[in-house]
């Protein structure tokens, strides 16, 4: 039990201070935390979880914490990870605030920025191919030609910028009428 | 203290009613905080997106953290900070007591076959427009990212820490040629 708690405020505490980029990006971290290295998650289960975020107020990352928390050590596990994910923004952005007038302008800063900005669009490229072709055969998310015709219209709604809510909310009623019915 | 309850209703508010993470949330808090407040003028909200989105970790939470610093130091860093993560975190801790007992429902099953590939066409997206008006070279490395991580399983860490050394040499490089 402390172990898989410690195990729980290490992979958060490196998902929160490497999370570049915001929620999507954050994703692929998260998923080689949870579902490659502690095996604590199937894809599918995982997928499960980002559309119930997705669902739900707040950012994906913090729901996502709480959320594993919960299904590895109960709810002890939900308040390490949901604290483990927010220390290193917490402790980072005081510090920026703290100089922020001397940090706006710097050139390396935004060197380092400008390095990691294709890095994080490929890291948001890398999650949805770990949820399309998953490492193992159970917990797939595109399980028939339905999964990926509901995949195309939700990319065409999404870029007409409909509201993602709407979307997975159709998408269920999608699914309880071809896999339900 | 008064202004600590205050920061802290405000940031509660903002965690609660904000759907879909991130970015959709930045109205909100700019309602809240420059128009409603007056904690932030309209151009330090500017420059505090900026560094939000550099910074690691959700938006959001950086926001949080930023207005409440300048405004009551640690105590209302930690106050918009409570007050952001404790809605979603009673949310999700009552979803995941209670989808436990109905994941293996015939109907919520089947709802959430339909609901997967649509998560992932949100995720996929945004890609276009981030890529779009990116060098080639650049292209390249983040799709070397996307195939290696994906295939071989390769924390993203690593790239995370090359990008910025990459780019951390090219603006000292940059500068010695201004320099000059």
Redesign the interface.
Known sequence: MIATLVQLLVSYLKIGFFGFGGGYAMLSLIHSEVVVHNGWLTSSEFTDIVAISQMTPGPIAINSATYIGYEVAGILGSVVATVAVCLPALTLMMLITHFFLRLSGNRYIQGVVGGMRPVVVGMIASAALLLIFPAEEEGASFIDLWSWAIFGVAVLLSARKVNPILIIVGAAVAGVVIYGL | MRELFTILWSFLKI???????????IPLIEYEVVARRRWLTEREFC?LL?????????????TA??VG??RRS?GG??AA?LG??L???F???V???F??QMRHN??V????????????????????G??KG?HWA??G???????T??YF?L???W??I???????????R??EEVER
């Open positions: 965690g609660a009613f904000t759907f879909g993470g991130g970015y959709a949330m420059d900026t560094i939000a989105q550099a910074a690691p970790g959700p938006i959001s939470l950086n953290v930023f610093y300048k640690y860093a930690l900070v952001t993560v809605p979603s975190f949310i999700i801790l979803v995941a007591i989808f436990d015939h109907w099953d089947a709802a959430f076959r339909g609901m997967r590939p649509a998560v992932v066409a949100l995720i996929v997206a945004p890609i276009v981030l890529a990116m650049l292209i490395v983040a799709a070397a990212t996307a195939l991580v994906w399983g924390s993203p860490v790239f995370l090359g990008g910025a050394a990459c780019g951390l040499v090219w603006a000292a940059r500068g």
